[in-house]
C-alpha cells in the first residue's frame, strides 16, 4: 500500500518550513507542498512534490483535494502592518480564496487541518458572558473584537469567520476537521527583513532582529506593555504532527497550541532579545556600534490608523495536552540564542556590517 499523502498549503511559509519535515522525519507520507515561494523550505527528498502556486489558480484545489486525503492549511496573510494597510486582501487570504477548500474537502471527504489564530479571542480574555477569565479558552471565551474602525480586527473577524464555516460543515455535514489557534509561535526563518527580503513592517520578532541586525533602537508600540505567551516553533509542530497522527481523537476539535508559561510582555521579550544578542555577537564595540536601546513609540506612527492590540493571550492548553499527550517544554530563554543564531547567519553579512560575527562555544 502506498504512503498516504498530504497536502501542506502555505509550505514556504515559516510554519510551513518546520511542518514539512517534522512530518517527514515522524509519519511515513508522501507531502504535496503549495506556495507562492519555497526559500525557507530547505531542499527534501523525493517524497515531497513541490507546487509553485497561489490557491486561486484554476483547477488547483480539485488537483490537491483528489490527489492528498488530508490537508493542512496554513495560508494567511499574518501580519498586523497588513491589517491596516491592505485590510480586503487580508480577507480574502484568510476567508475568501478559501472557502472553495473547505467546500472541496466537505464534499470529498478530505480531513482539513485549519490553521486560524489567537487573535480570534479579539482584545482580552472573556467568558461568555463578558466577565473576565485568566486564559483563553476554546469552549468558554468569548470573541471580543474592536470597532469597525480599527481594521487590526479584519484578520481576526475572517479567521472567526471561517471558522463558523468550518463548523457548520462538520456539525451539519460529514467535514472531518480539527481548527488549530496558534499563540504567537517564534523561532528560526520567522518573517523577512525589510529592504532584504521582503517591505514593509515584520512581525514583531523580526521587527527587534531587524533593528539589533542595524544597530537600530527597538521601537515598543505603546511602551511594548501588551503581553503575549511565546511558543517554540519546535514545541509547536511537535503538537501538529501528532494532531495529524490522532484523526480519531482531534475530529471536530478546536484546539489552542501555545505556551501559558512564557507569558512576558513585549517590552521584556525586547530586553532579553537585545541581551542575547550582545552575549552571541562579537564586533559591536570594534564597529563603534552602542549597546542596544528601546524606545517608545504610538501605535499610530508605528502602524499608522486604525491599529488597535491585545492586552494579553495565555492559552488555555488543557485540551491539547489531554487529546495530544503533549507539553510545551521550551522556555522563552531557551529558544532565544537559537533565533540569534539563525537571524545573524542569515542576515548578517547583508546588513553591511562585516565586523559583526556569531560568538560560538
Known sequence: MAPPRIAVLGAGGFLGSHVVPALLARIDCEIDAVDVTFAKLAPTDGRVRRVTASLQERGLVEDITA????????????????????????????????IPLVTRCATGGNRLIHFS??????????????????????????????????????????????ERVIWAHGEHGALDFTIIRPFNVIGPRMDFLPGVDGEGVPRVLASFMNALLRGQPLSLVDGG??????ISVHDF????????????????QVLNIGHPANDVTIRKLAELLAGVFAAQVTGRAEL???????????????????????????????????????NPGTSLADMLPEIVDDYVTRYGLSLGQPGQRLRRA
Open 117 to 162: 489564530t489567537c487573535e480570534v479571542y479579539g482584545r482580552v480574555a472573556l467568558d461568555e458572558t463578558g466577565r473576565p477569565m485568566a486564559e483563553m479558552n476554546e469552549e468558554r471565551s468569548g470573541f471580543f473584537l474592536g470597532p469597525l474602525h480599527r481594521e487590526r480586527w479584519t484578520y481576526a473577524c475572517a479567521k472567526q469567520l471561517l
Open 288 to 326: 563603534g556600534q552602542p549597546a542596544p536601546t528601546l524606545r517608545d513609540v504610538t501605535a499610530e506612527e508605528f502602524y499608522g490608523t486604525g491599529y488597535d492590540d491585545s492586552s494579553e493571550r495565555i492559552p488555555d492548553i488543557g485540551k491539547a495536552q489531554k487529546l495530544l499527550g503533549w
Open 67 to 98: 490527489r492528498c486525503p488530508v490537508v493542512l492549511s496554513l495560508t494567511a496573510l499574518c501580519n498586523p502592518a497588513l491589517y491596516t494597510t491592505k485590510p480586503l486582501e487580508v480577507i480574502d487570504a484568510s476567508y475568501t480564496d478559501l
Open 237 to 252: 509542530v511537535e503538537a501538529i504532527v501528532r494532531v495529524v497522527q490522532r484523526p480519531a481523537e482531534c475530529r471536530g
Open 225 to 230: 506593555h501588551q503581553r503575549r505567551s511565546f
